[in-house]
């Protein structure tokens, strides 16, 4: 065998490994955690399926949230929105990325966002886009129609 054809091998079977990992079992556990925020067994599954350096970018600020600030985030989520359910719609793996269409609904005990929902829910559409290396979560963007949530909370 010639120099190029073995890397041209080399190539097709890393290719052809990377084709073939699922990793959207691996991302799953993240909305696993979304609707269990309050599960210590969740967040320990949760840190184990993301890289220590992982990051949600949610907006354009600048301002990523490392994974212990997300963590800290979901526990406040446990107590305002107790029946808190991430169901996820769709999941689509393109090589190390996994897009995800999910419905997140939920009534919150206390005003959310500053806005007294009086007992009411809502039910939202979010969309989030998983990058992952070596079988871990590195970084998670998303949307949420967080206006929306406010909206179906205020009545209107």
């Known amino acids: 065998m010639t120099f190029r054809t073995l890397a041209a091998a080399a190539t097709l079977a890393t290719f052809a490994t990377n084709a073939l990992a699922d990793d959207t079992g691996t991302v799953q556990i993240f909305y696993d955690l979304l609707s269990n925020p309050g599960s210590q067994e969740h967040v320990a599954t949760f840190q184990e399926a993301t890289s220590e350096n992982w990051e ?3 907006d354009y600020s600048g301002e990523n949230k490392s994974r212990e600030a997300f963590l800290g985030q979901m526990g406040g989520f446990a107590k305002l ?6 169901d996820v719609q769709a ?18 005990v206390a ?20 990058e992952l290396e070596d ?15 406010l909206q179906q909370l205020s009545g209107r």
Do not use: C
Request: hydrophobic share 35%; charged share 20%; proline share 5%.
């Open 81 to 86: 929105i107790p029946d808190l359910n991430w």
């Open 91 to 108: 999941m689509h793996q393109d090589g190390n990325f996994v897009t995800v269409r999910s419905r997140a609904t939920g009534t919150p």
């Open 135 to 149: 079988g871990k979560i590195i970084r998670s963007y998303h949307v949420e129609d967080w206006a929306g949530a």
């Open 56 to 58: 949600s970018l949610g």
């Open 111 to 130: 005003p959310f966002f500053g806005v007294d929902g009086e007992g009411r829910s809502f039910d939202i559409m979010t969309i989030d886009i998983h």
